[in-house]
């Protein structure tokens, strides 16, 4: 059974920086597609950004040129670094996992999913 779990996340002012880490357990971080997502309160969750087998990665609009999307497959870890934060990218902050998401940021496409870190940027 693949399992996630989220940490990383706080509190920071704006133009701050952040690093959530996705641990994968019962299985390899290679075998899947892997996704970050996020939901503000009153919104609905948005994909963020996504990272292939390959290694190839999928920005939202909003964050691209800020948050970059690695992993290590050593640590069967995935990455979400996230610089020049703004008070509108507070939110609860979501790793999915899935075997064919394809890159895909839509939340319906992926089926493993942890239990999210918040993330608090004041201005």
């Known amino acids: 059974q693949v399992q996630l779990v989220e940490y990383g996340g706080g509190s920071v002012e704006a133009g701050g920086s952040l690093r959530l880490s996705c641990a994968l357990s019962?299985?390899?971080?290679?075998?899947?597609?892997m996704g970050w997502f996020r939901q503000g309160p009153g919104k609905e969750r948005e994909g963020v950004a996504s990272i292939g087998r390959d290694g190839r990665t999928n920005y939202a609009d909003s964050v691209k040129g800020r948050f970059t999307i690695s992993k290590d497959n050593a640590k069967n870890t995935v990455y979400l670094q996230m610089d020049s934060l703004k008070p509108e990218d507070t939110a609860m902050y979501y790793c999915?996992?899935?075997?064919?998401?394809?890159?895909?940021?839509?939340?319906?496409?992926?089926?493993?999913w942890g239990q999210g870190t918040q993330v608090t940027v004041s201005s």
């Open positions: 019962g299985n390899s971080v290679n075998n899947y597609f």
């Open positions: 999915a996992a899935d075997r064919r998401a394809y890159w895909s940021l839509n939340s319906y496409e992926y089926q493993y």
